[in-house]
């Protein structure tokens, strides 16, 4: 609450009439102004765009979004439940999908109050306006649009997020609302840790984990580190308050006051884990190894090696992003966030190095280094907070003298971002809404009729959501039990042989399966493929055909 007392202050430049408003109050409405100047900077994409393909489908369907519950995918089982009720019932209260973008700025809020509390814990920027602004001009560059824009440009597109990502193309923000973005609770964990509320650090930390289940390692770790944390403080304090008073305490009676609060946060860390836990363990756990095995090879080699392998996704900017993660250690080498950033950063390293060493498929899916998405950001804060603390202390005079000229290049660098996130966006949405595809699936989603399933090229993955219309199968969006992943490899390897190979005598088999549709994309003169009756519709890009249960 400091900082965001201290941002709405230096904006106002009135302390006299911020001392006559609710301290909440004042709170709340910096909180929402700095969320969404952040939110314009960083710049979503347009809905339903690639990840929101797979996660907001179940969410979708059981609010009666479309036809969607029609879908083979949509009853799969949901890996994200908590993700998909959360969805389901926005749409069914509110049926508008902007909130969805508010949800996501409202996230990128907590995520920007939390790193830049963490920061200010650590150095001294509240001393001159000008180390706040600094910085915080400083922390929306790097986040924002034009960034990452530039820097693709520059470098490729392989450096776009290379101050604010993990590794493996991993990341705890991003374009889109999705159920991994649900880590800013990670990054407030570890802000409530610094405040000394490790119990809160731990439920915040289980939240994340319950919205996203990849994060479970993340919320074990954590609660690792504020364990040994306060186990190590404890100890200090009962050593320090015995010195003070001269006095012996028995040893039992010592270790039992030692233990009881570290033990306490562990078990309130269960206790807040234990119903996600029991629902992976309960429902995605059960298929015979063989069927197993199979399923998380093709999820590993076929579907996801990016994130997978680290033999794919290993390359110079991990190094940096490596390189950035020591130099942060050096930086903090005194302070209390070392011991979680060194417990969580020695996890990832010895599991990924495990996991490379031995193979272990279920390692690998479990994504070790993925505990770099909170890390890496942190590295990034940590670094450039002390940039700001060393520039203001090397140059005190000059910089005291020139504040009020700090503050208004802060503000036009914010204001800058905030411009160049929005016409972002507006480029996108403009993309998004101007192709042929998006009048095919306009043209759908006003005409399907109430048994119809597509059969759509693998690759199409927007045609589901923006059409709410079932499909067969595509590439992008993927079911997480071991069954159902293999019955969705067989499905795209028979929709691509179709398209790829034009084989005709598949047909039957997709009339079998419920397609009643077929979408073809290319040449709308040339002949229909397999003979199938005229299209029901045509554009310059797509043509949709009837199936032959249809002639």
């Not at 006559?20 to 100047?37: D, G, H, I, Q």
């Not at 186990?231 to 050593?239: D, P």
């Not at 095919?440 to 989603?445: D, G, R, S």
């Not at 927007?462 to 590439?475: C, K, S």
Request: aromatic letters at 12%.
């Amino acid at each position: 609450m400091q900082f965001m007392d201290y941002t709405l202050l230096m904006i106002t430049d009135k302390p006299a009439s911020l001392r006559m408003w609710n301290p909440w109050l004042r709170a709340s409405l910096t909180f929402l102004c700095a969320t969404l100047l952040f939110s314009l900077a960083y710049a979503q994409s347009p809905l339903y765009t690639s990840n929101q393909n797979q996660y907001f489908l179940h969410g979708l369907a059981q609010a009666g979004y479309g036809n969607l519950r029609q879908d083979w995918l949509a009853n799969t089982l949901d890996p994200t439940p908590l993700f998909s009720a959360l969805v389901a019932w926005i749409f069914l209260l509110t049926h508008s999908e902007a909130v969805f973008y508010g949800i996501y700025a409202l996230l990128m809020g907590i995520y920007l109050f939390s790193l830049v509390g963490i920061v200010t814990q650590i150095f001294d920027l509240h001393s001159t306006p000008g180390r706040f602004w600094g910085f915080l001009a400083l922390i929306f560059l790097v986040h924002s649009a034009g960034w990452r824009f530039a820097v693709s440009r520059l470098l490729g597109t392989n450096w776009e997020y290379i101050l604010e990502d993990g590794l493996a193309g991993q990341r705890l923000l991003g374009p889109v609302l999705q159920p991994s973005c649900f880590a800013v609770f990670l990054m407030l964990s570890i802000y409530l840790f610094m405040l000394r509320k490790p119990v809160l650090a731990v439920i915040s930390a289980c939240l994340a984990a319950s919205f996203h289940p990849t994060y479970l390692l993340a919320a074990a770790c954590l609660t690792l580190a504020y364990i040994l944390a306060t186990a190590s403080e404890e100890r200090q304090r009962l050593h320090q308050a015995a010195q003070l008073f001269g006095g012996q305490t028995k040893h039992g009676k010592s270790l039992a006051a030692w233990l009881i609060r570290p033990i306490g946060i562990g078990l309130v860390s269960l206790i807040a884990i234990a119903p996600i836990l029991y629902y992976v363990s309960g429902n995605f756990g059960n298929t015979p190894v063989e069927t197993t095995a199979q399923a998380r090879a093709i999820l590993i080699n076929y579907r996801i090696p990016h994130h997978a392998l680290v033999s794919h996704w290993f390359d110079a900017t991990s190094l940096v992003k490596i390189g950035l993660f020591i130099a942060a250690l050096w930086v903090i080498r005194n302070t209390r966030l070392l011991s979680v950033m060194l417990v969580c950063g020695l996890a990832a390293a010895s599991l990924t190095i495990f996991q490379v060493l031995t193979g272990n498929q279920l390692l690998a899916l479990i994504f070790p280094w993925r505990l770099s998405i909170f890390l890496l950001p942190l590295s990034t804060a940590m670094l450039l907070g002390a940039l700001v603390r060393v520039t203001f202390d090397h140059g005190a005079d000059w910089m005291e003298r020139h504040s009020a000229a700090i503050r208004l290049a802060s503000l036009g660098v914010i204001t800058l971002t905030v411009i160049v996130g929005v016409v972002r966006f507006e480029l996108d949405l403009q993309r998004k809404y101007q192709g042929p595809e998006r009048a095919m699936e306009v043209y759908v989603a006003s005409h399907y009729q109430p048994n119809d399933i597509f059969l759509t090229p693998t690759k199409m993955q927007d045609f589901r959501l923006a059409a709410g219309a079932p499909v067969f199968v595509d590439f992008k969006s993927i079911p997480y039990r071991d069954s159902d992943v293999l019955a969705w490899y067989r499905r795209v390897k028979l929709a691509d042989r179709f398209y790829n190979q034009e084989d005709c005598s598949l047909l039957t088999e997709f009339i079998q399966s419920g397609v009643t549709k077929i979408v073809i994309e290319g040449d709308p003169t040339r002949d229909p493929p397999c003979m199938l009756p005229q299209p029901v519709y045509r554009n310059e890009m797509y043509q949709i055909y009837a199936g032959s249960a249809e002639k």
